[in-house]
């Protein structure tokens, strides 16, 4: 027996770092996927291998240790976590593949915990629900990172377009969001625990200046909300550059994000912004047309990734042979 999951990757597009003080935010599930295959293992050992990020591992799921064979670690603590939460040891085989670049942006590691979470419950043969699955994902991201918002792991397992409220609602704004963006990422990776701290830091010493930005980037994605459901692609790339403006304003931004945002808005952008955490890390600029003259001049500098919404999230199955 062979248990099959997946999940997609994410995006932020409005509420970065304001949502960490309450405000609202809008995530997209974009249509990269990683997929987790667990099966017995027939040498007693647990093995986790990607042929895609080229890495293979033992691990040791009680004592959370690995002895890395081939390849970089950063994913591997989020699948020890999760195997050490809900699995009960007994020696697995764990192949991974991703078409989801790590450090690109776009919750590589939410997506490869929800598809682990996903694919350990079918192995187990354990009932569970999207809602139940997001929970536990989140668990495992905070216990790895020590902060995360619940944002990434819900969008991975819902799919769609989703609008977390102030008082942490969820509501997937149903509908069809098919204009192409870009994404565009350094290989400066951002350090997310690090860019929250500074925005606090910054924000106990200027409350008068930064707490009504804050407030600022709440309206603003409510008013994404709107533009969203009207299908109003202008009115949602102007605000994803007041958006920016905000951003840099909290001192998240860095040279090489700020060139890709000029760059892509110069070649016909409607809309760039930071995505995520920022300091290193991405942008997405939204290219109803031009998205190949987009690509094409980010990409004399940094790395390039053309994509799109999906509404596919979580999927798992078991396959008996
Ligand atoms: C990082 O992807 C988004 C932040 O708002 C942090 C978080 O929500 O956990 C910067």
Request: some cysteine.
């Amino acid at each position: 027996m062979q248990a099959i999951a997946s999940a997609p990757g994410k995006t932020i597009l409005f509420g970065e770092h304001s949502v960490v003080y309450g405000e609202p935010a809008i995530a997209g599930a974009v249509d990269k996927r990683a997929i987790v295959k667990i099966k017995n293992s027939n040498n007693n050992k647990t093995i986790l291998r990607s042929f895609d990020l080229n890495f293979e591992a033992e691990l040791n799921t009680q004592s959370k240790k690995y002895i890395l064979k081939r390849g970089k670690p950063g994913i591997i603590r989020y699948i020890l976590e999760a195997l050490n939460m809900f699995h009960d040891h007994s020696p697995i085989e764990i192949t991974l593949s991703s078409n989801i670049p790590i450090g690109s942006g776009l919750g590589s590691s939410a997506a490869v915990t929800v598809a682990t979470l996903a694919a350990l419950y079918r192995y187990h043969n354990i009932r569970f629900n999207k809602q139940s699955l997001a929970n536990d994902a989140h668990k495992v991201e905070e216990s790895v990172q020590g902060i995360a918002s619940p944002l990434d792991t819900l969008v991975c397992t819902y799919g769609g377009l989703i609008y977390l409220s102030r008082r942490k609602t969820i509501e997937n704004l149903r509908i069809n969001f098919n204009t192409p963006f870009v994404i565009g990422f350094t290989s400066k990776h951002g350090n997310t625990g690090k860019m929250v701290r500074d925005v606090r830091n910054l924000k106990d010493s200027n409350p008068k200046i930064i707490n009504p930005l804050i407030s600022a980037m709440g309206h603003l994605t409510n008013s994404g909300k709107v533009a969203i459901l009207n299908n109003n692609i202008s009115k949602i790339g102007e605000l994803m550059n007041i958006n920016h403006g905000l951003l840099d304003a909290l001192g998240v931004s860095t040279a090489e994000l700020s060139r890709m945002v000029y760059l892509a808005r110069k070649k016909g952008a409607v809309g760039a912004k930071i995505t995520g955490a920022g300091g290193g890390g991405s942008i997405i600029a939204l290219c109803p047309e031009n998205i190949n003259d987009v690509a094409e001049e980010i990409s004399k500098y940094d790395n390039i990734l053309k994509t799109r919404f999906t509404r596919k999230g979580v999927s798992s199955k078991v396959k008996w042979y």
